[in-house]
Each structure stands twice: as C-alpha cells, then as structure tokens.
C-alpha cells in the first residue's frame, strides 16, 4: 500500500506570506490526489482535488499541484490568514471494488501568526 | 449540504463494555467509513462499507466489528472495550465511484 510523507513539524508563517505544505508518496501514482483541512477535535473538510494528468489545481487563495515524476503534491495557501490555520490532510486514492478509498497522510499543522 | 451525523461528541465507558457508535449520513452516499485519529499516527482505516449490508476490513479491524442494516447508517461496534481504543473515531461517507469524502465532527471516546 501508498506510503504518504507530510512534515510532521508544524508550519509557522506570517500572516500575508504564501504557505506551501508538501505530500510525498512512495508508491504507484494515484489517479487521484486530495487535501483536507481539519480543525481541531472537528472531521476533515474536503478543500481539492487533482487528477494524475492535471499538474496545478486552483481554488480561490488555494493551489495544488501534482508531479508524478517526483511523487509529490504540493499545496499553496497565498495571502494567508490566522483563520487558515489547521492540520492539512493530503490523500490519494486507490480504486478498489469499483470506488475509490483514500489513504491519508498524517497532515502538516499551518500556523499563520498576525 | 451534505450531512454526516454522528451520536456523540464524547463519550466515556469503562473496560470490557460493548460500546456503539452510531453515524447517520442524509445524501444517500453508497459507501461509509469509520477511521480511528490518535496524535501522530492519523487517520486509519478500521471499516468500510460499500453499500448496504457489505462490509470490508481496512487496516485495523482488530477488536471492532460493523453493521450496515439501513444505507444511511453505519453502526462502529467495540465488543469489549480496551484501554488501547481510547480514541478519536470518525465517520465519512461519499458516493460510490466518486472520491470526495465527508466526515462528521467525530466522536472522542475514553475507555478508562
């Protein structure tokens, strides 16, 4: 099965600057890769998706990209917020029995300092 | 909006009860998971369910058990419960072949 790296250390920025929270994988490329955000003692919060032939996803002060040459996704918060400090989840999916489960990383916590 | 609803935000039993968790979900989502959450472990997969009265093992079944009677309920089942199941649990649901999943606000459970 996948093994997902996220930065076990949390992320201290200020408040202004760009985050950018980076999800190794190990194994096969996913046909799909994910990010969530999870507040504490809350669930995750799907924020983006991004396909396996998509390099860069956008949402909004969101960007994701996905190169499957180095196995990796990285995930852009730009303009960031005291508000958009969280745990950020990455996952990938694996097609099993006709849908998807994800596996999911162990998540970066973002502090935005103001 | 999709809601994931599950029994209880916190919850306290003692060693060698059996202990239900029960989520609800409205969008008659095929598929239902239940994950455990411990600090620096993440999240990890116990069981989930395809559709109604299936069920698969995820990573760690040990020592849980699931049932899926009705689609939009998916019962988490702790025959005896350990010190070791103190936990976080989640429950998530989505539709079949589609990949975004949606969690509900998680049941803390302390087995003391």
């Known amino acids: 099965s996948q093994k997902i790296e996220q930065n076990s250390e949390a992320l201290n920025i200020q408040e202004g600057k760009t985050a950018t929270l980076t999800c190794n994988y190990t194994?096969?490329?996913?046909?799909?890769l994910q990010w969530y955000r999870q507040d504490p003692g809350r669930g995750p919060v799907f924020l983006l998706l991004i396909r396996e032939n998509e390099k860069e996803k956008r949402k909004e002060r969101l960007k994701v990209t996905f190169d499957t040459t180095l196995k990796q996704s990285l995930f852009h918060i730009t303009a960031s917020q005291p508000a958009d400090s969280a745990t950020y989840l990455c996952?990938?999916?694996?097609?099993?029995?006709?849908?998807?489960?994800?596996?999911f990383g162990r998540g970066t916590s973002l502090i935005v300092h103001p | 909006d999709v809601k994931v609803t599950q029994s209880s935000r916190y919850l306290v039993k003692r060693t060698g009860e059996k202990v239900f968790l029960e989520c609800v979900q409205d969008m008659d989502h095929e598929n239902m998971f239940w994950y455990r959450q411990d600090p620096g472990l993440g999240l990890r997969l116990i069981y989930f369910s395809y559709d109604v009265k299936m069920k698969e093992k995820g990573d760690i079944p040990e020592g849980y058990s699931v049932s899926r009677e009705k689609k939009e309920r998916f019962s988490l089942i702790l025959e005896s419960a350990s010190t070791n199941q103190t936990s976080m649990y989640l429950c998530?649901?989505?539709?079949?072949?589609?990949?975004?999943?949606?969690f509900g606000a998680g049941t803390r459970l302390s087995v003391l």
């Open positions: 998530a649901s989505k539709q079949l072949a589609k990949n975004i999943q949606y």
């Open positions: 996952a990938l999916d694996e097609a099993s029995g006709g849908s998807y489960i994800p596996t």
């Open positions: 194994n096969y490329s996913p046909a799909y």
